[in-house]
């Protein structure tokens, strides 16, 4: 009886986990689904930006309902210590995870500023742990642009990372 028990705990469980990953990448697929369709629709336009304060390009992201949820910065050169990149990302660890499992592509958005970022970033990016927020969003916002790129916009599950 013990062992019976004990199998059938087993098996529900391996159900539960199972379906639960299955949840969890459908749940991805929606969430690309719905926020790359939203990118798309800026990238045609994204050169009106260059030139422009960061903060012109947020707010057309905020428009079409799109919302940064994590950041990082990076060198124009490598080695480098001078920033000049703004990296947005838009799904959180969890997700992000599920994406690596199933070798899914996830969106993010690389901007290149025409200045040096300023080197209070370092102290920002860990006050902030990488989230974005209100506060991230003000240090960039007027900052000018040079370039934006997008990645990971052709499919959840095609292996082309181009724009």
């Known amino acids: 009886m013990m062992k019976l028990i004990f199998k059938m705990t087993l098996f529900a469980s391996i159900l539960i986990i199972c379906s639960s990953k299955a949840q969890t ?3 991805y697929i929606n969430f690309y689904n719905t926020v790359v369709p939203k990118l798309k629709s800026i990238t045609p336009g994204k050169t009106q930006f260059y030139g422009q304060n960061f903060l012109s390009f947020y707010n ?3 428009s079409k ?3 940064p ?3 990082i910065y990076d060198s124009k050169i490598k080695p480098s210590t001078k920033y000049y990149k703004l990296t947005l990302f838009f799904c959180d660890m969890g997700m992000l995870r ?3 499992e199933n070798s899914f592509q996830h969106p993010w958005v690389t901007i290149t500023f025409a200045d040096e970022i300023s080197s209070q970033v370092e102290s920002l ?3 902030q742990h990488s989230q974005w927020n209100l506060t991230t969003a003000q240090f960039f916002s007027n900052m000018k642009i ?3 790129e997008f990645t990971g ?3 959840y599950n095609v292996e082309d990372y181009s724009e």
């Open 25 to 27: 990448t459908t749940d």
């Open 60 to 62: 057309e992201m905020l």
């Open 65 to 67: 309902n799109i919302s």
């Open 69 to 71: 949820v994590g950041w």
């Open 98 to 100: 599920i994406a690596r």
């Open 125 to 127: 990016m860990t006050q």
């Open 146 to 148: 040079e370039k934006i």
């Open 153 to 155: 916009v052709k499919g």
